[in-house]
């Protein structure tokens, strides 16, 4: 998500939904599960399930 897709919409991070995914600066990503929970990839233990994070974050839904 590091350039502008016409079938990615930034989205108010208050409104994500499940599937969007969540951004920060092309550092760290993450994929909104629902119940302010989130999927993200931990190069030193893999994909692990853990609170939602917000600051710094930008979320985007990718759209058809």
Known sequence: LHRVDRRQRQMCIRDRQKGDI???AGQHMMLYIGN???AES???TGVRITK???????AYR???
Not at 52 to 58: A, C, N, P
């Open 42 to 44: 931990i190069e030193t």
């Open 36 to 38: 302010g929970m989130v």
């Open 22 to 24: 969540l951004n920060n």
């Open 52 to 58: 939602l994070r917000t600051k710094g974050y930008k």
């Open 62 to 64: 990718i759209t058809e």
